[in-house]
């Protein structure tokens, strides 16, 4: 049971570089995510898609952009790398329990830094 | 804007003891609250969802309780084990339609 896949885990920036997140479930679930974690601010939503073909901001979403061609994959991207996009970055997914919610499913996360 | 809290931001109990984990949010129009377990280095595990309509949710040794008219939320864990020392952390879902994390309490269980 792979769940949600994140990858890579671990990657190193310079400052302007460019890089994409890649983010795989095996749920068929509808909904997907993009989180960062950091210290002293807990997690905040970059961007999240509510299904194939579909996405839509989060709280901060500036200096990301997402695609979500397919449905069980969601691509986060940094066109240009900035040091406070220096974070940890989780990918989520799930199925909708309607008006009574939404279980996620996290992956692993990918530690980014930028220098 | 919907805020969520979790004091204290750390906490240390000889195994055995009972955990209490707090949860504080500032709008009590939520659709449901959940909590999640978070091990070093790894992502979330959701542990316990509770609807709007609940009063409480029950897994094993873990019970969440959720009080909307107060915007509270507490995680109670039975006789504590090593195994349990892990980042708690609370989340809400109201308009919008997405999750307010909280900041999490990092718990360490001693032997």
């Known amino acids: 049971n792979a769940g949600v896949t994140q990858t890579p885990k671990f990657r190193v920036l310079k400052t302007g570089q460019s890089m994409t997140l890649l983010c795989a479930q095996d749920?068929?679930?509808?909904?997907m995510y993009w989180y960062r974690q950091d210290p002293g601010m807990g997690l905040r939503l970059i961007h999240y898609?509510?299904?194939?073909?579909?996405?839509a901001k989060g709280e901060v979403p500036d200096g990301y952009n997402v695609s979500r061609l397919k449905k069980q994959n969601f691509l986060l991207g940094l066109e240009s790398a900035a040091p406070s996009q220096t974070s940890v970055y989780f990918c989520?997914?799930?199925?909708?329990?309607?008006?009574?919610?939404?279980?996620?499913?996290f992956g692993s996360g990918t530690q980014l830094s930028v220098l | 804007k919907q805020e969520v809290t979790q004091i204290p931001a750390a906490l240390s109990v000889p195994e055995g003891e009972n955990l209490v984990l707090n949860c504080s949010f500032t709008?009590?129009?939520?659709?449901?609250l959940q909590w999640f377990r978070q091990d070093p280095g790894k992502g979330l595990t959701s542990l316990l969802l509770?609807?709007?309509?609940?009063r409480e949710q029950t897994s094993g040794r873990l019970n969440a309780s959720l009080d909307k008219s107060s915007g509270r939320s507490t995680l109670y864990i039975a006789a504590s084990q090593p195994g349990d020392s892990a980042t708690y952390l609370c989340?809400?879902?109201?308009?919008?339609?997405?999750?307010?994390f909280g900041g999490g309490t990092r718990v360490l269980v001693k032997p």
């Open positions: 989520a997914s799930s199925y909708s329990l309607g008006t009574r919610g939404e279980k996620l499913f």
């Open positions: 749920m068929n679930h509808e909904y």
């Open positions: 898609s509510v299904g194939e073909g579909t996405t």
């Open positions: 709008d009590s129009a939520i659709y449901n």
């Open positions: 509770i609807q709007s309509s609940q």
């Open positions: 989340a809400d879902k109201a308009a919008g339609n997405k999750l307010t």
